[in-house]
C-alpha cells in the first residue's frame, strides 16, 4: 500500500484541529447516560446535516433515541470502512466540557465522544480534500452500549438493519496494542427459592426445601463446569471460565430461609456458541431444581460475544500502515481490555472491527481526559486506513 509521506501530509493538513474540538465539545455538553441519548443523538445528526452528509435515524428496537447513520459516498467502486460509537455515558454526576492545556475534559472526553469527535473529523477530511479514490465512509452512533443500564441491542438491531460496512472502526479508548481477540461475557444470577415463609428450625424449618443447600449445590456445580471448560484457551484473551463472585442467603443460624442468590460470570472464547453454554446452564439450574425441591430462577444475561480480528484481511494491513505511518511503527497484538461493540461486529455481523481510538484516562470516572494531539492523531489513522482500504 502506498502511503507515501506527500499523501500523509495531505490528510494531517486536511484534518481541522479546532473543528475536532469544537465537534468534541458539542457532543459532551449534551448529557447522555444510558437510555437518555435521545439528545445528543438528535445533536449528532444535526451537525451532520449542517455538514452536508446524508443522514438516516434508524429506531434500532429503541424509539427514545433512535440511532444516526451517516455516509459519504465518493460514488465510485470501493469498500464501506464504518466508523462506530457509542453516544451514551455511564451513570454518574455530568460534568461539563472544557478544553485546558491541550486537554479535553468532560463525561465521555475518552469514553468516547472524544473518539467519536476524531472519526466524523476523519470523514470530514477525506471528503473535503478528496482523498478516497473509491468506496465511501459510514458513520454511526447509538444508545445502549453502558452496562448495566444499557444491553447493547440497539447496535445488534443496526447491523441485523443493514447499517454495516465491510470492516468497523471504533475509537474507543486503547491504544497500545491491536486488539486481536476476547472474551464474551454472560452475567450469571440465580434466585433459589422455596415457597411459604421463613421458619424456625425446630418449628418444622428443618423439613423446608433446604434453599442454602441447593445453593451449595449450584456453586459446586459451577466449580465442575469451570474445570471442564478452562482447557479452552487463547494466549492472548485468555481461558474460559465459570466464576461465583456473590452466595448469599439467611438471616440467623436456626432459621430456615425462603430465599439464597447466587451470582457470577460465565466467560468464553469465539467459537463457542452462546446457545450451548446457555443449554448446559438451564440444564445445571434445573437439575438442582427438581433434586433440592426448591424453585430456581436462572438468568444468564448476555453482555457480548467473544471475538478473533481475521489478522488476514485487508482492514488490518490498511490499519497498521496507517498506525505505522503515523506513529512509525504497527501496535503489537494484544488482547481486548474490555468487552465493546467490536466483539459483536465480528460476532454478529461477520465483519473485521478494530477498536482503536485515543489514549485517553478516566474512563468510567468523573475525570475523563483526552489529549487534543491524541485526538488528532486518531483522525488521521482513520482518515489514512479509509484511504487504504476503501480503495476499489
Ligand atoms: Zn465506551
Given at each position: ?16 484541529r ?14 447522555s ?11 449528532l445528526?444535526?451537525?451532520l ?19 444516526v ?25 455530568f460534568?461539563?466540557?472544557?478544553v ?27 471528503r ?16 445502549l ?15 441485523e ?10 475509537p474507543?479508548y ?53 474445570r ?5 484457551s487463547?494466549?492472548?484473551a ?14 440467623i443460624?436456626?432459621q ?80 481486548k ?15 473485521p472491527?478494530?477498536?482503536h ?15 487534543i494531539?491524541?485526538?488528532v ?9 479509509a ?6
Amino acid at each position: 500500500m502506498l502511503l507515501n509521506p506527500e499523501l500523509v501530509q495531505r490528510v494531517r493538513d486536511a484534518v481541522q484541529r479546532d473543528r475536532l474540538i469544537d465537534t468534541a465539545i458539542r457532543l459532551i455538553e449534551v448529557p447522555s447516560p444510558t437510555r437518555s441519548g435521545g439528545a445528543v443523538a438528535d445533536r449528532l445528526a444535526h451537525m451532520l446535516i449542517a455538514d452536508g452528509f446524508a443522514v438516516e435515524r434508524p429506531v434500532c428496537g429503541w424509539p427514545q433515541a433512535p440511532a444516526v447513520a451517516a455516509r459519504y459516498s465518493t460514488g465510485r467502486p470501493g469498500k464501506t470502512l464504518q466508523f462506530n460509537g457509542h453516544l451514551d455515558t455511564v451513570h454518574l454526576p455530568f460534568v461539563p466540557p472544557r478544553v485546558e492545556n491541550g486537554v479535553l475534559f468532560g463525561s465521555g472526553a475518552s469514553d468516547m465522544k472524544g473518539g467519536l469527535a476524531a472519526a466524523y473529523e476523519a470523514m470530514r477530511a477525506v471528503r473535503d480534500a478528496g482523498l478516497l479514490s473509491g468506496g465511501g465512509i459510514l458513520l454511526t452512533g447509538h444508545d445502549l452500549h453502558e452496562s448495566p443500564w444499557g444491553d447493547g441491542t440497539q447496535v445488534d438491531r443496526l447491523i441485523e438493519a443493514g447499517y454495516l460496512g465491510d470492516g468497523v472502526l471504533l475509537p474507543e479508548y486503547v491504544s497500545d496494542r491491536l486488539p486481536v481477540a476476547g472474551r464474551g461475557l454472560a452475567i450469571m444470577e440465580i434466585t433459589i427459592s422455596r415457597p411459604g415463609v421463613p421458619q424456625h428450625e425446630v418449628l418444622g424449618g428443618m423439613e423446608q426445601p433446604n434453599v442454602i443447600a441447593a445453593g451449595a449445590d449450584i456453586v459446586r456445580r459451577c466449580g465442575e463446569w469451570d474445570r471442564q471448560v478452562r482447557h479452552k484457551s487463547h494466549p492472548l484473551a485468555g481461558r474460559e471460565s465459570v466464576f461465583i463472585g456473590q452466595a448469599v442467603g439467611g438471616e440467623i443460624y436456626n432459621q430456615s430461609p425462603v430465599e439464597y442468590r447466587v451470582s457470577g460470570t460465565r466467560r468464553w472464547l469465539a467459537g463457542t456458541p452462546f446457545t450451548e453454554i446457555e443449554g448446559e446452564f438451564k440444564a445445571l439450574v434445573g437439575e438442582v431444581a427438581h433434586e433440592t425441591g426448591t424453585t430456581i430462577n436462572g438468568k444468564l444475561n448476555f453482555v457480548r460475544d467473544g471475538f478473533e480480528l481475521d489478522l488476514s484481511h485487508p482492514l488490518v494491513a490498511a490499519f497498521q500502515s496507517a498506525h505505522a505511518a503515523v506513529t512509525g511503527q504497527t501496535l503489537p497484538h494484544g488482547p481486548k481490555p474490555f468487552v465493546d461493540d467490536g466483539n459483536t461486529f465480528i460476532a454478529r455481523g461477520g465483519v473485521p472491527a478494530i477498536t482503536h481510538g485515543p489514549n485517553a484516562t478516566g474512563a468510567h470516572t468523573l475525570h475523563e481526559a483526552a489529549s487534543i494531539d491524541e485526538l488528532v492523531r486518531v483522525a488521521v489513522v482513520y482518515a489514512l486506513t479509509a484511504i487504504g482500504f476503501c480503495r476499489a
